[in-house]
């Protein structure tokens, strides 16, 4: 069974950073481009950022270019983004999902606040 | 950036009827491959998106044959048949051929 179980948020200052996890299995992680998509509160879907199987290429929304960086680690079936410079706009439920969308996390809530 | 709209923003169906939600993107999702990256997801109250459809018309394992899909370059449609209360949620439209991948602003399914 494929699952994946984001972990790494809370609540945080603006100007702060956080780093989220998403811990896969039921899959050759290796074998698959992973995404991170996000939704604000009572909002609907964005999508933030896609690696490839290889990390060889990285694709990111204008809207956290510059300030998240996705990555992984094959040998630990982990994909992460890593989130710097948080502003409130990025309040939301952060979903890791798999390359061809055919699997989603539980999602995991970042809530940026002063 | 591709622009998805989706119409229309909710509607109300009676158990047993169909229901039928349109998207339309600002380009063609056909690429040069012969597949055309349109996407529909079912997120059921405080749940993870489901997938239901890709590539216009094939249905995602596991999911009811009452969802369709149809459509083709730049408009699609998802139909309900036969709508059960399980089917309550917002349902998204979304392209996958190019970054940034973009979701339609959802359509939002309540029965009668």
């Known amino acids: 069974e494929v699952q994946l179980v984001e972990s790494g948020g809370g609540l945080v200052k603006p100007g702060s950073s956080l780093k989220l996890s998403c811990v896969a299995s039921g899959f050759t992680f290796s074998s698959y481009g992973m995404h991170w998509i996000r939704q604000a509160p009572k909002k609907g879907l964005e999508w933030i950022a896609l690696i490839y199987y290889d990390s060889s290429n990285k694709y990111y929304a204008d809207s956290v270019k510059g300030r998240f960086t996705i990555s992984r680690d094959n040998s630990k079936n982990t994909l992460y983004l890593e989130m710097n410079s948080l502003r409130s706009e990025d309040t939301a439920m952060y979903y890791c999902?798999?390359?061809?969308?055919?699997?989603w996390g539980q999602g995991v809530m970042v809530t940026v606040s002063s | 950036d591709i622009m998805m709209t989706q119409s229309p923003l909710s509607v109300a169906v009676t158990p047993g009827e169909s229901a039928s939600i349109s998207c339309r993107s600002s380009k063609s999702l056909l690429h040069s491959n012969g597949i055309t990256y349109l996407s529909w997801y079912l997120q059921r109250p405080e749940k993870s998106p489901q997938l239901l459809i890709y590539q216009i018309s094939n249905l995602a394992s596991g999911v009811s044959d009452r969802f369709s899909g149809s459509g083709s370059g730049t408009d699609f449609t998802l139909k309900i048949s036969k709508v059960e209360t399980e089917d309550v949620g917002i349902y998204y439209c979304?392209?996958?051929?190019?970054?940034?991948?973009?979701f339609g602003s959802g359509t939002k399914l309540e029965i009668k």
């Open positions: 979304v392209q996958f051929l190019e970054v940034p991948f973009t």
């Open positions: 999902a798999k390359g061809a969308g055919d699997y």
